[in-house]
């Protein structure tokens, strides 16, 4: 939780734009962040003459560091997020909800991790705070965003900075229709003005730091006209931070699933951007399927690199030995040992009574990859599989896997 006294607001507090500005841009223009922030508890300070603001002034600096738990000790560690995002594990919907992430941190304490993309509607219309949770293991921790409407992504990052989120990503690369619909993701490439306007009231509203994922482009656009036209805009609403998922996205005409294949991968594009934009941080993305090609493409000069499905499929491959190739750290658990730290967790999800207990498939769907390429791995995920989501099933269907593995491997 980021306390009253860090982030006091200043007096003045900030260039409010007014409603009928805000109606240049925002269609629902009745979003006031200081509302938000003193519903949360949030800056004493506040004040918004007009009750509907997009901009607040800060006193302190920007957090452009998280405070991270110390292998599960309690001692905390400062780290600037700009050496923690050399590596990324991608936002992935369904796949990485805080289960996913916390074995993800078991594995590698340094690789930054994000969260699924949340909608800026779902937290500020909906009042979806549930979607925000995790736990202090899991940081360093970004927080993605879907959205074009500056007031409700500004409040909806306030929401994320509250409940402690060092970073605010905006999502403008998902493709899908639904995205699509609620005008925002990949279309967003088509508005770089919008964008930069949505990143400025974020910025302003809220002490994080706000980063952006987006595309080499959409549809018929020139990525390279759209892409440095995309990226100086960005800069100068004040991102310092960029993740380039190095393919176009078809708008029309294809899945999701296919948005994330079919069109063809440009590393040079992405690397060209560093050359013209030396001060941004980029990270890319798209394609990689090992710590060594991660490795291999922060020698070519990015600042960093993010891994989505290869991580997902096969966490322990890559992210094991993530703190030593890419951190110069120690390296993670062996597989069998990452399931026994799992226990806790596991445990405490299963009695977690608040939430109506918790299912076992809901964390051991996210291990099924643990063992991948190993003897035994397919009797491992078939016995968590077929065993995880019944009713009352615990911790021994966990032992059971294991046991299953080793006795096929044997
Ligand atoms: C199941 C799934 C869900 C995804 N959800 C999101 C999302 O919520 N936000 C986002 O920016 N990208 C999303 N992506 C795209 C990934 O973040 C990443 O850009 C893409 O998979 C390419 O990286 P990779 O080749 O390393 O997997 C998703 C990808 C997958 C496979």
Redesign the pocket.
């Known amino acids: 939780m980021i306390s009253s006294g860090v982030v006091a607001g200043s007096e003045q507090a900030g260039s409010c734009l007014t409603p009928a500005e805000m109606s240049l841009r925002s269609a629902r223009s009745d979003i006031c962040v200081c509302d938000v922030w003193e519903r949360l508890g949030g800056p004493e300070t506040l004040s918004c003459p007009q009750r509907v603001c997009v901009t607040v002034s800060w006193n302190v600096p920007k957090m452009s560091e998280v405070s991270q738990v110390e292998n599960g000790r309690n001692a905390l560690r400062k780290k600037p997020l700009s050496e923690a995002a050399k590596l990324s594990v991608?936002?992935?919907?369904?796949?990485t909800d805080r289960h996913c992430r916390y074995l993800h941190r078991l594995l590698s304490k340094e690789t930054l991790l994000y969260t699924?993309?949340v909608t800026a509607p779902a937290l500020v219309r909906g009042g979806a705070r549930h979607l925000l949770r995790f736990d202090p293991a899991e940081q360093p921790v970004a927080l993605?965003l879907g959205g074009s409407d500056p007031a409700e992504l500004a409040a909806a990052a306030v929401m994320g900075a509250h409940e402690g989120y060092p970073e605010i990503n905006l999502?403008c690369?998902?493709p899908s229709d639904r995205v699509q619909s609620g005008a925002f993701g990949a279309i967003l490439m088509q508005d770089p003005a919008l964008v930069a306007e949505c990143c400025r009231a974020m910025i302003a509203a809220q002490p994080a730091e706000v980063t952006v994922?987006c595309r080499i482009g959409v549809d018929d656009q020139n990525p390279t006209e759209v892409l440095p036209e995309f990226l100086s805009q960005i800069v100068a609403a004040g991102v310092e931070r960029v993740t380039i998922?190095a393919r176009k996205a078809w708008l029309q005409g294809l899945s999701p699933k296919e948005n994330?294949d079919i069109p063809p991968l440009d590393y040079d594009l992405v690397f060209e951007m560093k050359q013209l934009f030396p001060h941004l941080h980029i990270s890319i993305?798209?394609?990689?399927t090992s710590i060594e090609q991660a490795a291999e493409l922060l020698d070519r000069g990015v600042d960093g690199v993010?891994?989505?499905?290869?991580a997902y499929h096969n966490p322990t491959d890559i992210l094991q030995r993530a703190d030593a190739v890419i951190y110069g750290g120690e390296i993670g658990p062996d597989p069998v040992d990452l399931v026994l730290q799992m226990r806790p967790y596991i445990e405490a999800h299963l009695a977690d009574e608040s939430r109506g207990s918790g299912k076992l498939s809901q964390v051991t769907k996210h291990m099924l990859g643990l063992f991948a390429g190993k003897p035994g791995a397919r009797h491992w995920r078939r016995h968590l599989s077929e065993n995880g989501h019944r009713d009352g099933a615990g911790w021994s269907v966990v032992e059971d896997a294991l046991d299953a593995m080793n006795h096929a491997a044997a």
């Open positions: 991608a936002p992935m919907m369904d796949w699924e993309m993605q999502n690369g998902c994922k998922h994330r993305n798209g394609g990689v993010m891994i989505g499905r290869a």
